[in-house]
C-alpha cells in the first residue's frame, strides 16, 4: 500500500462525503485506501457514510477523544509507505495526492509535506506555510511585526510570506489540515502526541520532524480548506482548547530554556484568551447585526473538476465594490448545497 488517507470526522457528514469523493478521485491510479475516524458525531454520520463507501475503513468512537489520538487509532491500524492526515472540510484537486506522492518518493529525506491551501473565496491561506512559534517568532506575531513586515525572513518568518508560494520551498511547520507523512519518519519521530486534543499537534509533529533530521516541504498543490467548518470558533470550548494548546507547545519545547521569556508569552497568550473569550461574549449580547450580503460561486462537483473550480475561485476579481464570492457546492444526492459555514437545502 503507497498511501493510506486518514480523516477524523465529527459532525460534518455532508463536508465529508465531498471530501471523501474528491480523495477517490485524486487517488485513481494509487495503491490507496481511506481511514476515516468518528469521534462520536450525533449528527448520523456513520449511518449516512457506511452505505455510501462500503470499501473504505470505518473507526467509530464511543466517545470524543480528539484529534491526534483518533489519528492515532488510524495511523497503527494502515499500512501505507505515506499517511495523509486530512480534515474532512477539504477538497482535494485530481493532481495534488499523486503530486505529493511523487515528491516524496524523488525525496528521500523529506519526512513530510504541506501543500497551498485555498480559503473559501480561494485566497492564498497563509497557514499553508509557517515558522516554528519560537519566543521571538510569537512575539513578532504577537505585536504585529510580522503584520509590519510579512516579507522580512527576521520579523515575518511565522507566515513565511517572502517565499513564492508557487515554488516548492522548505518550510518548518505543516498544517494539520492536510500532511502527508512518510511513515518511516512517523516510526522515527513517534506518533501524534495525544496532550494535545484539538490545536498544537501539528506544531509538535512538524518541530519533531525537524528534531529528528527530516524536512518539511511546502509544495504548490491544491486544496480548498473550508477551516473549521468541524469546529465552533466562536464558543468559550474553542478558545480554551486552542489556547491551551499553544501554552502546552510552548512549556514542552521551550519553557526549560526560555523561562522569562515564557513567562511573559505565557502572560500574553492568556491575555489574548480572555480578550477573544469578552469579545464573543459582547457578540452574545449585543443585538445581532445583519450580516452583509455574501456572493457565492456555485458548482457541481459531479459535472466540474475540483480543478477547474479551484482555478475559478482563485481567479475571480474583486475590488472595492466587488467582494470576493465564497463557494458553495451541490452534494453529490443534489439535495444539500454546502458553504463554509453552513448547508441547507437544496432542490436540484
Given amino acids: 500500500m503507497k498511501l493510506s488517507v486518514i480523516i477524523v470526522n465529527y459532525n460534518v ?6 471530501c471523501i469523493r474528491s480523495v477517490q478521485k485524486a487517488s485513481e491510479g494509487l495503491s490507496a485506501d481511506i481511514w476515516v475516524v468518528d469521534n462520536a458525531s450525533s449528527d448520523g454520520s456513520m449511518d449516512y457514510l457506511q452505505p455510501l ?6 473507526i467509530s468512537n464511543t466517545e470524543n477523544v480528539g484529534y491526534s489520538r483518533a489519528n492515532n487509532q488510524a495511523i497503527r491500524e494502515s499500512k501505507g509507505e505515506y499517511v495523509l492526515l486530512l480534515n474532512p472540510d477539504t477538497i482535494v484537486a485530481e493532481d495534488t495526492l499523486k503530486g505529493c506522492v511523487d515528491f516524496l518518493d ?43 513586515f510579512p516579507k522580512s525572513r527576521t520579523f515575518g518568518k511565522y507566515y513565511m510570506k517572502y517565499l513564492d508560494a508557487d515554488e516548492a520551498n522548505p518550510i518548518e511547520v505543516i498544517s494539520g489540515a492536510f500532511n502527508m ?12 502526541d495525544e496532550k494535545f486534543f484539538m490545536y498544537g499537534e501539528d506544531i509538535d509533529l512538524s518541530y519533531r520532524m525537524l528534531l529528528g533530521g527530516w524536512q518539511n516541504y511546502y509544495i504548490p498543490y491544491s486544496i480548498l480548506h473550508y477551516k473549521g467548518e468541524s469546529t465552533q470558533k466562536s ?31 505565557q502572560l500574553a497568550v492568556v491575555f489574548r484568551a480572555l480578550l477573544d473569550m469578552l469579545i464573543r461574549l459582547l457578540d452574545r449580547i449585543l443585538p445581532e447585526r445583519k450580516p452583509a450580503d455574501i456572493p457565492y460561486m456555485r458548482f457541481d462537483l459531479r459535472k466540474t473538476s475540483v480543478t477547474e473550480m479551484l482555478s475559478a475561485l482563485r481567479n475571480q476579481e474583486a475590488t472595492k465594490k466587488k467582494m470576493r464570492s465564497m463557494v458553495e457546492t451541490i452534494s453529490f444526492d443534489g439535495t444539500m448545497l454546502i458553504r463554509h459555514n453552513e448547508v441547507i437545502p437544496f432542490k436540484d
Fill in 53 to 58: 463507501f462500503p470499501d473504505i475503513h470505518f
Fill in 181 to 192: 507523512l512518510r511513515r518511516k519518519a512517523l516510526d522515527e519521530v513517534g506518533l501524534l
Fill in 13 to 18: 457528514k455532508y463536508h465529508l462525503e465531498q
Fill in 235 to 265: 464558543s468559550f470550548r474553542y478558545v480554551h482548547v486552542f489556547y491551551n494548546a499553544m501554552l502546552i507547545f510552548f512549556n514542552k519545547h521551550f519553557g526549560k530554556k526560555y523561562f522569562l521569556i515564557g513567562y511573559l508569552i
Fill in 106 to 148: 524523488a525525496h528521500p529525506k523529506v519526512g513530510a509535506t504541506g501543500v497551498r491551501m485555498l480559503n473559501a473565496d480561494g485566497t492564498f491561506a497563509p497557514e499553508s506555510r509557517r515558522g516554528l512559534p519560537t519566543p521571538f517568532t510569537s512575539f513578532c506575531k504577537m505585536t504585529g511585526l510580522s503584520a509590519l
